[in-house]
C-alpha cells in the first residue's frame, strides 16, 4: 500500500540549532514534494517545493533535499527561533500538474528558549 | 489581498440536515480543492476541480458533493450529514500556469460538528 510518514512525535529544539524533520514514501512516485508550514487553528501555508530532478533547494533559513532512490526527503531549518514552532507538512505531487496532492500527518516542532 | 475565504468557519449541526461550506478565491486560480484534516490521519483531499464544470474525487469523496460554477467558487455539500463527517475542513487553489511553483492557497478552515 502507498504510505507517507512523518514522524508523528514532536521534535524539541533548543534556539538557534538546526532543525531536521523527516517524510518517507513508499510505493510513489512523485514528480513534485512540497513542503507546507501549518499553525494551530490555521491552514497550511506553502514552503517550498522540490523537484524528482532536483537533490535540493534551498529558501533564506529553509533546506529542503529529495532522494527518489531513499524515496525521502528531509526538511531543515536553521538558526531555529522559536517563532519557527509549528507543525510541517511534507505532501506528494503525483502527476506534476499541482492539483492532487497526498499528505504526510505532520511533524509537530517546538523551539525552546 | 490575495485570499481563499470559507464560511462558516464554525458550525454544529445534526445528522441528516444538509449543509453547504462556501468556498471563494480572488486569485484566478483554476485548480480548487477540498481536503478534511483529522487527527492521526492528516490532509485527505475530498474532491478537486480544474476549472469552471470539472471536477474529479479525491480519495474521501464518499458523503460529499460539489459544483464549480464560476471559476472563484467551489462550494462543498453534505447532502445528508453524519457524525463520522466531523472533521475539519480546508478549501485550496492553486494555479496551473507554467513555471508556478503549484502551490496550494488555503482557506482558513472550517470545523464542523455533526451530531
Known amino acids: 500500500s502507498q504510505k507517507i510518514e512523518q514522524n508523528s512525535e514532536a521534535l524539541n529544539i533548543q534556539e538557534g540549532k538546526t532543525a531536521t524533520l523527516t517524510c518517507n514514501y513508499t510505493n510513489y512516485s512523485p514528480a513534485y514534494l512540497q513542503w507546507y508550514r501549518q499553525d494551530p487553528g490555521r491552514g497550511p501555508v506553502f514552503l517550498l517545493l522540490?523537484?524528482?530532478?532536483?537533490k535540493e533547494k534551498r529558501k533564506e533559513r529553509l533546506k529542503v533535499t529529495f532522494d527518489t532512490t531513499l524515496k525521502q526527503s528531509l526538511f531543515h531549518i536553521t538558526a531555529s527561533q522559536p517563532a519557527d514552532s509549528a507543525t510541517y507538512l511534507c505532501a506528494l505531487d503525483l502527476t506534476g500538474g499541482g492539483n492532487k496532492l497526498t499528505f504526510g500527518t505532520g511533524t509537530q516542532l517546538k523551539v525552546e528558549l | 489581498e490575495a485570499q481563499v475565504t470559507q464560511n462558516p468557519r464554525y458550525l454544529i449541526t445534526v445528522t441528516g440536515k444538509k449543509l453547504t461550506v462556501t468556498c471563494s478565491q480572488n486569485?484566478?486560480?483554476?485548480?480548487m480543492s477540498w481536503y478534511r484534516q483529522d487527527p492521526g490521519l492528516g490532509l485527505r483531499q475530498i474532491y478537486y476541480?480544474?476549472?469552471?464544470?470539472?471536477?474529479d474525487k479525491g480519495d474521501v469523496p464518499e458523503g460529499y458533493k460539489v459544483s464549480r460554477k464560476e471559476k472563484r467558487n467551489f462550494p462543498l455539500i453534505l447532502e445528508s450529514p453524519s457524525p463520522n463527517q466531523t472533521s475539519l475542513y480546508f478549501c485550496?487553489?492553486?494555479?496551473?500556469?507554467?513555471?508556478?511553483?503549484?502551490?496550494?492557497?488555503f482557506g482558513p478552515g472550517t470545523r464542523l460538528t455533526v451530531l
Open positions: 486569485m484566478n486560480h483554476e485548480y
Open positions: 476541480s480544474m476549472n469552471v464544470e470539472v471536477t
Open positions: 522540490i523537484r524528482e530532478n532536483e
Open positions: 485550496a487553489s492553486s494555479s496551473r500556469l507554467a513555471g508556478r511553483n503549484n502551490e496550494q492557497f
